[in-house]
């Protein structure tokens, strides 16, 4: 395999040099040559000579696995499972070679001149073809591939026959986009990826399973296919969730208008329209949970920067740090107006990162300076930067990181050198708690927690109800409570996993305990009752069905003097964890250790002295788990970035 990857690896620099020698112009003369014999045919030239002198750079997946792969899958029923897709990915690619090597590689003249002529026949045919300018056509309709996915032959006229009969009402393009936007998706479901690189499209259209990415990628291609101008955006991570970011697929129209799907329904991204998947839940959903205190809860992603993917080259190299030669700044397009200017001393290229969980910063945006100054424009608000320099290719802060407020006003924070200014904070979690945990507490309203000497509960008595929805770790005083032997909870809406620790306490506060008690449940894996009284919170018990309870049987110790029942909903595991050992840091060109805590309890609150006011904050969990994120401490609140 190494052999064979190093003589690839060769045939790929020996050819690139060659190619550059001669010129893309050159090596497509055929191409050029086939357009320039009648006149009628000017615009193809101009089409071809779009894709030819762009070329350079691009590169798309390839190799003896892939092609093996994709040979399988068409032995497979659509949606296969993953697992099954993925081993033969491993199988196809033990001795074989997947690499990314040069379109001019693998992009011959009849290739070029099939796309042209079949890109001109979609826009020509369509029905709003006076409503796509010549720019957009090249743009956003004839390029053979949207990304770096494995090259489709006649892709256009293979999904103008699937989609075909979607777009037959449809009056404008508007109602086109939208029509085989919901065809697609409800065609082709989401799931996780079961490749590392991106097939070709007809392949997603043929397994009817893909991630977001892939799923763009086919999107795009149909809508292409139809004389649609679309495009692939990009948040290229969000600016404060999680380690990833978000594609989603874009209507184009003159002036660079841009059309997205949010809720169901097409938007003008100019209108400050939320972007796709920033939100956690549906608005319905959100409405069941707006009556939690303000700012307890995280309900929306925030954006720092929007890229579009492009054919056309955008930059003159690439860039190490954040490759952009392909892609376009469209963050102005759908409303994001912040914009700050920076001292840039003597660096020439400046880049404005965020921080990326469990990535540390990570750059967003770059830009050149001019007299020792630098702007960066389209940027999105209430959002931490830090802007950086690349020094023998380390990062280097230019100054301390700042909030971009939602007002446009720039506030900078503090040292956690500085100690002139302390304070004593409270800490409760480590990444800030979002809208898709809560809403699951609400659906314990209605459940139960009771008590028989009846081990089929034929009687039972009821010790509590949930009658409104829990906020993390709930303590539920009782008083009178009568001997029993049997204890379970049981959920009415009969919904599984909704607890990950339930806690019987007596009349000292102590949990009442029994070498002879044993685990009680119905519907479920008798394996994981345990989970519900392991004092993990990452643990679940594992129901069988939805109509379930668990519970205790006290066996010889007849229950008495039971004070309390303490229960926890489903957790992310973010709380603060008995056990673990936490750090708190603060930034100042690297993060600085202000205080260590060990916990002794869960859900408990860290307290550190002698805090630096003003300080960029992180609480690391050194025990287990890596979702952390920056917060500031203010107004007795940690405030989440």
Known sequence: ??????????????????????????????????????????????????????????ESVNGEGIKEYI??????????????????????????????????????????ISNIDDAF??????????????????????????????????????????????????????????????EVTKRVVNSNSYTPVALDVMSYEYMRRANCEQRCLLLVSVLRAFGIPAAKDNVLYWADYSTLGHSWVSLVLRNNKTYSMVNGKICSMAKGHSIDASHFLSPQEEKQLRFLPLGLVKYEKGVSKIYRTEFERTTRSKDAHLDLVFASDVSSLYGMNGSVTLDSISYKKVYLCTFLTNKDWTPVAVAESYNSKVKFVGLGKNIVYLPVVYV????????????????????????????????????????????????QWKKLIGSVFEASNDSAFSEYSILAKITKMPFGKTDVLLHNVDKYRYLRFRNNNKDIGLLTELSFLGTNKEKILSVRRSYISYNVDQKTVFYLFDEDVETRVKARKPD?????????????????????????????????????CGYDNGWRIIGRRFAKSNNEKLVFQKVPRNVLLLLMDRTKGKEERIFWYNNNKQVWY
């Open 1 to 58: 395999l190494m052999k064979n990857s190093m003589f690839l690896l060769f045939l790929m620099f020996f050819y690139t040099n060659s190619l550059m020698a001669i010129g893309y112009r050159e090596k497509y003369r055929g191409v050029l040559t086939h357009y320039q014999v009648e006149d009628r045919d000017s615009l193809k030239y101009k089409a071809a000579l779009f894709l030819i002198d762009n070329m350079k750079g691009h």
């Open 71 to 112: 040979h399988q899958l068409r032995s497979f029923k659509p949606k296969t499972n993953i697992g099954k897709l993925s081993r033969a990915w491993e199988n196809c690619n033990k001795k074989q070679n997947t690499l990314f090597v040069p379109d001019s590689m693998i992009v011959t003249d009849d290739y070029l």
């Open 121 to 182: 026949s979609a826009w020509e045919t369509a029905r709003w073809k006076k409503n796509v300018s010549f720019k957009q056509f090249c743009k956003y309709i004839l390029p053979y591939k949207v990304d770096n996915e494995y090259l489709s032959v006649e892709w256009r006229k293979q999904l103008r026959e699937l989609y075909g009969g979607v777009i037959d009402g449809a009056n404008n393009v508007k109602e086109a986009y939208v029509l085989l936007y919901r």
């Open 392 to 439: 023998n290719q380390k990062l280097k802060a230019l100054s301390l990181p700042f909030l971009l407020k939602k007002n446009g006003k720039i506030h900078y924070f503090s040292s956690p050198k500085e100690e002139s200014f302390t304070e004593t904070i409270a800490v409760d979690r480590k990444y800030p708690l979002c809208s898709y945990i809560p809403i």
């Open 548 to 584: 379930y309870w668990v519970g205790l049987d006290m066996k010889g110790d007849m229950l008495q003097g039971l004070a309390q029942i303490s229960f926890t909903p489903v957790s992310d595991g973010n709380d603060i964890q008995k056990g673990h050992l936490y750090f708190l």
